[in-house]
C-alpha cells in the first residue's frame, strides 16, 4: 500500500508530536517550572492586556457616543487621546469616590474603637473578679498555677535564641518584602504603560494578529480561531458591563432599604456593598461583614437587622438579579451562571469566578452552534421558543 507525499506529511508531523508529548509528560516537572519562568517575565505585559481590555470598555463607549461626530483627519487623530483620558479619569475618580467614602468612616469607627477599649478592660476585670469571688474553686485554680515553678534560666535561654533567629529572619523577610513591593511598582508601571500603548494602536495590532494567524493556519482553521476570539472578546466586555451594572443595583438596593430602616451609614455601606459586589457572588459578603462591624459599634440589636436585611437582599440579588443580568449580559443560562462561578471559584479563586462566566459562555455559544448545525445536517430542527410563540398567535 503506497502513501501520498501529503499523507506522509501528516503521519511525520503526527509523530512529531506525539514525541513532543511524551517528552513534555516525561519532564512535566522542568516543563511547569520552563512556563512559570515565563509566565513571570510575561506577568507586566499580561497585567497590562488585562487594564487595556478593562479601560477599553469606557473608550469605545466615549469614542461611539460621545465623540461619534468627530469626523476628519484632526478630529479622528485628537479622538482617541481624549478619549482615553476621559477612560481614565472616569475610573480614578470611581475608585476616589469608594475610598473617600469608606475609609474616613472606617477610620473613625477605628478611632472609636480604640476609645472604648480601656472600658471594655475595665469590665472584662470586673468580671473575672466577681467570678473569683462567686466560684471559690476557680480562684483556687488560679493559686495552683501560681505555685508552679519556672525555670526563668531556660525561657531566658529560649527567647535569646529566639531573638538571634529571629532577628535573620526578620533582616530576610524586611528584604523580601521591600524588594517584592519595588517589584511590584516597576511591574505596575510598566503595565500601565503597555496598556496605554495597546489602547493608542488597538487597531493596527488587531490587523497584526489576524495577519498572522492568516498566514500560519488553514483558511478554515483561521476562521474558526478568530471567530472564538472575537466571541471571547464580545463576552468578556458584556460580562464586565453587567458586573458593574449589577453590582450597582445591589448597592443602590441596600442605599434603599438602609434609608427607609434608618440605619447608620446607608450611602457608605451601599457604595462598600457595591464595589466589592464586583466579586461574583460572594464579594457582597465582604462588604456585610464591614456594614455590619460599622453598625455594631453604634448598635448592636441594628447591626442584627443588617445582618437580617443583607441576607434577605443577597438572596433576591444572588438568585434572581445577578442570573438575570449578569447572564442574559453574555447569553448564559442562570443555572450555567452558578455553576460557572461554583467551578471556577474552587479551582482558581476570586479570578477563577471572574473568568469562568465568560469562559463558559463562549463554550456554550459554541457547542450550541455544534449541536443545532450537526442536527440540521440529520434534519433535526429543533424550533426555538419564539417560533412556536409565533405559531400559536
Not at 252 to 273: D, E, K, N, P, Q
Not at 364 to 386: C, F, I, M, P
Request: glycine share 8%.
Amino acid at each position: 500500500m503506497e502513501f501520498s507525499r501529503e499523507k506522509l506529511r501528516q503521519i511525520k508531523k503526527l509523530m512529531v508530536l506525539a514525541a513532543v508529548l511524551i517528552l513534555a509528560i516525561i519532564y512535566s516537572e522542568r516543563v511547569l517550572q520552563g512556563l512559570a519562568f515565563l509566565i513571570g517575565i510575561a506577568r507586566p505585559f499580561l497585567y497590562g492586556c488585562v487594564i487595556a481590555f478593562v479601560l477599553n470598555i469606557p473608550l469605545r463607549a466615549y469614542e461611539e457616543k460621545l465623540f461619534r461626530s468627530w469626523h476628519g483627519k484632526a478630529a479622528e487623530k485628537a479622538k482617541r487621546p481624549v478619549c482615553l483620558i476621559l477612560a481614565l479619569v472616569s475610573v480614578v475618580l470611581i475608585v476616589a469616590i469608594v475610598i473617600g467614602t469608606v475609609l474616613p468612616q472606617v477610620t473613625i469607627t477605628v478611632a472609636e474603637v480604640g476609645k472604648k477599649i480601656p472600658a471594655f478592660t475595665e469590665r472584662v476585670i470586673t468580671e473575672l473578679d466577681n467570678l473569683s469571688k462567686n466560684y471559690p474553686e476557680l480562684a483556687e485554680q488560679i493559686g495552683k498555677l501560681e505555685q508552679i515553678e519556672i525555670n526563668w534560666d531556660s525561657v531566658l535561654d529560649s527567647v535569646i535564641g529566639f531573638l538571634k533567629n529571629g532577628m535573620a529572619d526578620m533582616l530576610s523577610s524586611t528584604f523580601s518584602v521591600a524588594s517584592g513591593i519595588i517589584s511590584g511598582i516597576v511591574n505596575s508601571v510598566v503595565a500601565f504603560i503597555f496598556a496605554l500603548y495597546i489602547l493608542l494602536q488597538k487597531e493596527k495590532l488587531g490587523n497584526q494578529g489576524k495577519r498572522v494567524i492568516a498566514a500560519y493556519l488553514p483558511e478554515k482553521a483561521a476562521a474558526k480561531v478568530l471567530e472564538i476570539c472575537s466571541l471571547l472578546y464580545k463576552n468578556f466586555s458584556n460580562f464586565i458591563t453587567g458586573q458593574c451594572l449589577e453590582a450597582v443595583i445591589l448597592g443602590t438596593m441596600f442605599v434603599i432599604a438602609m434609608s427607609i430602616f434608618r440605619m447608620h451609614y446607608a450611602f457608605m455601606v451601599g457604595v462598600l456593598i457595591a464595589f466589592t459586589a464586583l466579586i461574583p457572588i460572594v464579594g457582597a459578603f465582604i462588604g456585610c461583614g464591614v456594614g455590619a462591624f460599622l453598625i455594631l459599634i453604634d448598635n448592636p440589636v441594628q447591626a442584627l437587622w443588617f445582618v437580617i436585611l443583607f441576607l434577605v437582599l443577597q438572596q433576591i440579588e444572588g438568585n434572581l438579579i445577578y442570573p438575570k443580568v449578569v447572564g442574559n449580559s453574555v447569553g448564559l443560562p442562570s443555572i450555567w451562571v452558578l455553576m460557572a462561578v461554583s467551578l471556577g471559584g474552587s479551582l482558581f479563586g476570586v479570578a477563577g469566578m471572574l473568568i469562568f462566566i465568560p469562559l463558559m459562555s463562549t463554550g456554550y455559544t459554541l457547542l450550541r452552534e455544534s449541536v443545532n448545525s450537526r442536527n440540521a445536517a440529520k434534519g433535526y430542527v429543533v424550533e426555538s421558543k419564539s417560533k412556536k410563540e409565533n405559531k400559536g398567535k
